[in-house]
């Protein structure tokens, strides 16, 4: 199948393409470095000429929150309009677990904006929903830092491996439309304060983390489960963070 992936130059979409290029599809990477921008619009309609399924994993690169609503909105509105045209029998959007439980967060109120123009679009669709990546646990930490410590919130946390999000993702786009959505998450739930702690630790870090349940979580107070993958049939992902750890510290030593 000839799948083209939007936003397929970036940290999923890399991986996506590689693995449907593996499997014999025709992955194309589509991205503002590619020439293909869904926001302007540019070379939009060219890159899904042909195409049988169109896979969105871009991301805004503003996190404001009028901003991130109008490049969800506006990047979803250009690519429905051209799947449509070009006759896509497979819109694939990745989302965010818990993204319509945290309407504080202006990031994830886009993403549900996102979600419905697709569910509304008339295309046969699925949607992925996944918990945080491993990769910005680092941001979470900084983010939360103030002088030497770290607060952060006492809710559950589920995170998973960028690889293990983009394996399903692959998988999702390479199968039948499931015009719903499909939950992943990783292996372990635990609070967020103590996967950090121990993170921290493991690295030698001298911050001191501090457990508060009124921290936010980027601007968002959280529900005790609020980014766990908890609806019925949600998958877990098979990477460990301790493995996803020192696959990457092996990975540093060898360069």
Known sequence: MKIVVIGGTGLIGSQVVTRLTEHGHE???AA???G???ITGEGVKEALAGADVVVDVSNSPSFADQDVLDFFTTSTNTLIAAAKDAGVGHY???SV???DELPDSGYLRAKVAQEALI?????PYSIVRATQFFEFLARITDEATEGNQVRLP???FQPMAAADVAAVVGRTAAGAPLNGRHEVGGPERVRMADLVRGALAAKSDPREVVSD???KYFGTVLGETSLAATSEGAELAPTYLKDWSAARAASAGAH
């Open 27 to 29: 992955a194309v990477p």
């Open 32 to 34: 503002p470095n590619t």
């Open 36 to 38: 293909v921008n869904s």
């Open 92 to 94: 694939v959007a990745l």
């Open 97 to 99: 677990v818990g993204a």
């Open 119 to 123: 569910e509304n679009s008339g295309l």
């Open 154 to 156: 006492t809710a559950y």
């Open 213 to 215: 349940p009124e921290a």
